[in-house]
């Protein structure tokens, strides 16, 4: 199988938002829509996908928080070929063996 060549935006900080999946705090994101954008990323309505459990969740309001999506929005981003792919870096990530060692 050929292997896909993913490119990942820039790091942003964002206000720290607890995962509504395993509870960790997140204050930070990568996407793979940010460099091509001139506005701030992520923004309102984005998607993001919890770095540690893969939980996806969307960005809400003027300050940046991070909310469960509803029944339609988590349709929606199940079939989202990008949020597929996240998700399978994300469990791949635990595999690595660097990230074990800490
Ligand atoms: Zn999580």
Redesign the pocket.
């Given at each position: 199988m050929k292997k896909r060549e993913v490119h990942f935006g820039r790091n942003v900080h964002t206000l720290e938002s607890a995962?509504?999946?395993?509870?960790?705090i997140l204050d930070g994101a990568f996407g793979f829509d940010f460099e091509r954008r001139k506005g701030p990323a992520p923004k309102p309505g984005d998607v993001s996908l919890?770095?540690?459990?893969?939980?996806p969740m969307v960005w809400e309001g003027d300050d940046m928080r991070l909310r469960a999506p509803t029944a339609e929005e988590a349709a929606t981003i199940a079939g989202d070929e990008r949020v597929q792919l996240a998700r399978q870096l994300i469990k791949e990530k635990d595999r690595t063996p660097e990230s074990a060692a800490s």
């Open positions: 995962c509504v999946g395993c509870g960790k919890c770095f540690y459990c893969g939980t």
